[in-house]
C-alpha cells in the first residue's frame, strides 16, 4: 500500500498580516492566536516545530514554586492559572503529578521556608493542601535515600507534560484550521525593513533550498535564543543584547532499585534547586544554569554538567550506585532569558517580555523574550493585544469535532479499539497522544494491516499515527515524526535497529524507494544522536581537550 504526502505550495509574492518567525511552543502559541483573530498569518520555523528549546525542557507545568523566592508573585499567579487552564483542556496531554519536596539539615532552605512557601502557593492556587500525603511513596523513599541525613519530606501538586511536542502538534493544526500557513524548514533570512517600517520577509526553503519573499503587515520574532540573531542579520540595531543565554542540561537515567514514582524537588550538590521525575519509563534529573551565548543549535550538555547532576541524583539514592556509566543520554537547550548584567542566572526574571522594536527605528515588528511551557498561552494573547487583535481565551478542550476523550476511561478506549480493529494498549497509546483525532486515526488504521503494525516491535503505537503524521501534522522529516508527532524514539528501548525496523515498515507504506529509505534512516539517526547525546561522548571530548 503506497500513501502519497502533501506538496508544500510556494511563498513567493504572498502577502500576510502577520508572520511569526520561530515555531516553537511560544511561535505556534502565536500563529494560533493571531489565525483564530482572523489575520492571514503565516508561521516559519528554520527546522522543525518543537524542535528547539521546546523539546529540550524539563517537560513540567507549574505555576514555578521556586518564582516565590525572587517575589515574583504575579508570575506565579499567570502560571497557576495556565497550569490549571492546561489540565482542563488538554487533559490527555497534561496531567496532574504529586510532587515531593524534600530537605534535610544541610540543606540552605529550612523546613519552616519551605512551609511557609508551600501554604501561599497552594492558598494562590485557590486549593487546600492535598489529602493524599504520599504516605507509601514517603516510606519508599525514605528506605531508599540517603540514611545519614534527617529527611523532611513536603507534599504539593503541579502538573506533567510527558511529550510538550504533541501540545505544539495540536495548536499547530489549530492554527491551520484557523487559516494559517505553517512551513517547518524555512529559514527566516532576513526581515525586509524600508522607512522605519517592516515590509515583508526573506525566507529560505530548507528542503529545496529555493529562496522566497513575503509581505508583512506584522512580524512577530518568536526564535527564542535565535531572537538576537534574526535582528542581526536584518541589520535592526538596538543599544543592548535582548537576551541573556542560560544552558539547561538534563540527563536520562534508566529507573533504578528505590527510584521516585512520584516527583522529587530538591537541592542539588550546591543547594540549587533540582528535579528527579518519573518520565516516559525513565527519570528525568534536571536542570543546570550555565551562561551561553554561543549557537544555540549546537549547544550541548558539558561533562561538569552531567558529573554534576550525577552526582545530584546519586547523594540522594547512594544505594543506587549511580555514575556517568549509568545515563542513557543527555540533552541541553538554551533558555531566552532576558539580557541582565546579573551573575546569577537564577535571578534574571522568567517572565516573558514584548520587546517592541518602533524603540529601534523599527515599527510593526516584536520580539518575544522568554516565556515558558505554562505560559505560552497566555503570552500569546498578550502578544495578539499587542498588535491591536481581540485575543479571546478559547475553551477548545482538545483537537477534533466530539466529545473530549479522556484516556483513563476504558469505554473511550475500547471505542477506539474497536473502530481500528487494534489492541487495547494501541488505543490507549492514540488517545493519550492524539485526543479527539484518535477516532480518525483509528479508521485509517482499519483500513489495511500495514498501517495496523506497530512502528518497531518495542511499541503499541502504529503506523497510521505516522501517516497522521504526514498528512495532516506538517511533518517532512523521519525525525520531525519519530522525535516530535509520534515520538516513540525518545522511549527506554529505542535502539538503531528500532530505527531501522521503524524506516522499513513507515517506508512501505509511502513508498519511498531503498534510497530514499537510506537517505531518511541516516539522517534521523544525525538529528537523534545530536539531541538525546550519549553522555560518553561529553566525557570523552572533556577529557581530550584537557
Same mark, same amino acid.
Given at each position: 500500500?503506497?500513501?502519497?504526502?502533501?506538496?508544500?505550495?510556494?511563498?513567493?509574492?504572498?502577502?500576510?498580516? *502577520?508572520?511569526?518567525?520561530?515555531?516553537?511552543? +511560544?511561535?505556534?502559541?502565536?500563529?494560533?492566536?493571531?489565525?483564530?483573530?482572523?489575520?492571514?498569518?503565516?508561521?516559519?520555523?528554520?527546522?522543525?516545530?518543537?524542535?528547539?528549546?521546546?523539546?529540550?525542557?524539563?517537560?513540567?507545568?507549574?505555576?514555578?514554586?521556586?518564582?516565590?523566592?525572587?517575589?515574583?508573585?504575579?508570575?506565579?499567579?499567570?502560571?497557576?492559572?495556565?497550569?490549571?487552564?492546561?489540565?482542563?483542556?488538554?487533559?490527555?496531554?497534561?496531567?496532574?503529578?504529586?510532587?515531593?519536596?524534600?530537605?534535610?539539615?544541610?540543606? =540552605?532552605?529550612?523546613?519552616?521556608?519551605?512551609?511557609?512557601?508551600?501554604?501561599?502557593?497552594?492558598?494562590?492556587?485557590?486549593?487546600?493542601?492535598?489529602?493524599?500525603?504520599?504516605?507509601?511513596?514517603?516510606?519508599?523513599?525514605?528506605?531508599?535515600?540517603?540514611?545519614?541525613?534527617?529527611?523532611?519530606?513536603?507534599?504539593?501538586?503541579?502538573?506533567?507534560?510527558?511529550?510538550?511536542?504533541?501540545? *505544539?502538534?495540536?495548536?499547530?493544526?489549530?492554527?491551520?484550521?484557523?487559516?494559517?500557513?505553517?512551513? +517547518?524548514?524555512?529559514?527566516?533570512?532576513?526581515?525586509?525593513?524600508?522607512?522605519?517600517?517592516?515590509?515583508?520577509?526573506?525566507?529560505?526553503?530548507?528542503?529545496?533550498?529555493?529562496?522566497?519573499?513575503?509581505?508583512?503587515?506584522?512580524?512577530?520574532?518568536?526564535?527564542?535564543?535565535?531572537?538576537?540573531?534574526?535582528? =542581526?542579520?536584518?541589520?535592526?540595531?538596538?543599544?543592548?543584547?535582548?537576551?541573556?543565554?542560560?544552558?539547561?542540561?538534563?540527563?536520562?537515567?534508566?529507573?533504578?532499585?528505590?527510584?521516585?514514582?512520584?516527583?522529587?524537588?530538591?537541592?542539588?550538590?550546591?543547594?540549587?534547586?533540582?528535579?528527579?521525575?518519573?518520565?516516559?519509563?525513565?527519570?528525568?534529573?534536571?536542570?543546570?544554569?550555565?551562561?551561553?551565548?554561543?549557537?544555540?543549535?549546537?549547544?550541548?550538555?558539558?561533562?561538569?554538567?552531567?558529573?554534576?547532576? *550525577?552526582?545530584?541524583?546519586? =547523594?540522594?539514592?547512594?544505594?543506587?550506585?549511580?555514575?556517568?556509566?549509568?545515563?542513557?543520554?543527555?540533552?541541553?537547550?538554551?533558555?531566552?532569558?532576558?539580557?541582565?548584567?546579573?551573575?546569577?542566572?537564577?535571578?534574571?526574571?522568567?517572565?516573558?517580555?514584548?520587546?517592541?522594536?518602533?524603540?529601534?527605528?523599527?515599527?510593526?515588528?516584536?520580539?518575544?523574550?522568554?516565556?515558558?511551557?505554562?505560559?505560552?498561552?497566555?503570552?500569546?494573547?498578550?502578544?495578539?493585544?499587542?498588535?491591536?487583535? +481581540?485575543?479571546?481565551?478559547?475553551?477548545?478542550?482538545?483537537?477534533?469535532?466530539?466529545?473530549?476523550?479522556?484516556?483513563?476511561?476504558?469505554?473511550?478506549?475500547?471505542?477506539?479499539?474497536?473502530?481500528?480493529?487494534?489492541?487495547?494498549?494501541?488505543?490507549?497509546?492514540?488517545?493519550?497522544?492524539?485526543?479527539?483525532?484518535?477516532?480518525?486515526?483509528?479508521?485509517?488504521?482499519?483500513?489495511?494491516?500495514?498501517?495496523?503494525?506497530?512502528?518497531?516491535?518495542?511499541?503499541?503505537?502504529?503506523?497510521?499515527?505516522?501517516?497522521?503524521?504526514?498528512?495532516?501534522?506538517?511533518?517532512?522529516?523521519?525525525?520531525?515524526?519519530?522525535?516530535?508527532?509520534?515520538?516513540?524514539?525518545?522511549?527506554?528501548?529505542?535502539?538503531?535497529?528500532?530505527?531501522?525496523?521503524?524506516?522499513?515498515?513507515?517506508?512501505?507504506?509511502?513508498?519511498?524507494?531503498?534510497?530514499?529509505?537510506?537517505?531518511?534512516?541516516?539522517?534521523?539517526?544525525?538529528?537523534?544522536?545530536?539531541?538525546?547525546?550519549?553522555?560518553?561522548?561529553?566525557?570523552?571530548?572533556?577529557?581530550?581537550?584537557?
Amino acid at each position: 500500500m503506497v500513501l502519497a504526502t502533501n506538496p508544500r505550495a510556494p511563498l513567493n509574492d504572498q502577502h500576510f498580516q *502577520v508572520v511569526v518567525i520561530g515555531g516553537g511552543i +511560544n511561535g505556534v502559541a502565536v500563529a494560533r492566536q493571531c489565525a483564530r483573530a482572523g489575520k492571514h498569518t503565516l508561521l516559519v520555523e528554520q527546522n522543525d516545530f518543537a524542535s528547539g528549546v521546546t523539546s529540550r525542557s524539563t517537560r513540567i507545568i507549574h505555576g514555578g514554586l521556586r518564582y516565590l523566592e525572587h517575589g515574583e508573585l504575579d508570575l506565579v499567579r499567570e502560571s497557576l492559572r495556565e497550569r490549571e487552564r492546561l489540565l482542563r483542556e488538554r487533559s490527555h496531554l497534561v496531567h496532574p503529578m504529586h510532587f515531593l519536596l524534600l530537605v534535610n539539615e544541610t540543606s =540552605q532552605r529550612s523546613a519552616m521556608k519551605v512551609r511557609a512557601g508551600l501554604w501561599l502557593y497552594q492558598r494562590m492556587a485557590g486549593k487546600p493542601p492535598s489529602k493524599d500525603s504520599g504516605e507509601m511513596e514517603t516510606k519508599r523513599l525514605e528506605r531508599a535515600l540517603d540514611s545519614g541525613h534527617r529527611w523532611s519530606f513536603f507534599n504539593y501538586e503541579d502538573a506533567q507534560c510527558e511529550f510538550p511536542e504533541r501540545l *505544539v502538534a495540536e495548536w499547530l493544526m489549530e492554527a491551520v484550521d484557523a487559516g494559517a500557513t505553517v512551513r +517547518n524548514h524555512t529559514e527566516a533570512l532576513a526581515v525586509d525593513v524600508a522607512h522605519g517600517r517592516v515590509r515583508g520577509v526573506l525566507l529560505r526553503d530548507q528542503i529545496t533550498g529555493k529562496d522566497a519573499r513575503v509581505d508583512a503587515g506584522w512580524v512577530i520574532n518568536c526564535s527564542g535564543p535565535w531572537a538576537d540573531r534574526v535582528c =542581526q542579520r536584518s541589520a535592526i540595531r538596538m543599544a543592548k543584547p535582548m537576551l541573556g543565554g542560560v544552558r539547561g542540561s538534563h540527563i536520562v537515567l534508566p529507573r533504578f532499585p528505590g527510584s521516585p514514582t512520584a516527583a522529587i524537588y530538591t537541592e542539588a550538590v550546591d543547594g540549587r534547586p533540582i528535579f528527579v521525575l518519573p518520565w516516559n519509563d525513565q527519570i528525568l534529573v534536571g536542570t543546570t544554569e550555565v551562561a551561553d551565548n554561543g549557537d544555540p543549535g549546537k549547544t550541548a550538555p558539558s561533562a561538569d554538567e552531567i558529573g554534576y547532576l *550525577v552526582r545530584s541524583v546519586a =547523594q540522594l539514592f547512594p544505594r543506587a550506585k549511580l555514575s556517568a556509566q549509568s545515563v542513557k543520554h543527555t540533552f541541553a537547550g538554551i533558555r531566552p532569558l532576558p539580557y541582565s548584567t546579573e551573575n546569577r542566572p537564577s535571578a534574571v526574571t522568567r517572565r516573558h517580555i514584548l520587546h517592541d522594536h518602533a524603540d529601534d527605528g523599527v515599527a510593526h515588528m516584536l520580539s518575544v523574550i522568554g516565556g515558558k511551557l505554562t505560559t505560552a498561552a497566555s503570552l500569546a494573547r498578550e502578544c495578539a493585544r499587542k498588535i491591536g487583535l +481581540n485575543a479571546e481565551e478559547a475553551n477548545t478542550m482538545a483537537v477534533g469535532p466530539g466529545p473530549a476523550l479522556d484516556p483513563l476511561l476504558d469505554d473511550a478506549v475500547l471505542e477506539i479499539a474497536r473502530i481500528g480493529s487494534v489492541s487495547e494498549e494501541t488505543a490507549r497509546g492514540m488517545v493519550e497522544w492524539h485526543g479527539k483525532r484518535a477516532p480518525d486515526i483509528a479508521r485509517m488504521a482499519l483500513v489495511s494491516a500495514e498501517l495496523r503494525a506497530p512502528i518497531c516491535p518495542h511499541t503499541s503505537h502504529v503506523i497510521a499515527e505516522v501517516v497522521e503524521a504526514y498528512r495532516r501534522e506538517c511533518a517532512v522529516t523521519l525525525g520531525d515524526v519519530l522525535l516530535r508527532r509520534v515520538p516513540v524514539a525518545l522511549g527506554a528501548c529505542w535502539s538503531e535497529s528500532c530505527s531501522r525496523e521503524a524506516a522499513l515498515r513507515i517506508g512501505a507504506v509511502l513508498g519511498w524507494s531503498e534510497q530514499t529509505m537510506g537517505t531518511n534512516l541516516e539522517n534521523f539517526e544525525m538529528e537523534r544522536t545530536g539531541f538525546l547525546r550519549p553522555a560518553g561522548r561529553a566525557v570523552a571530548l572533556e577529557a581530550a581537550a584537557d
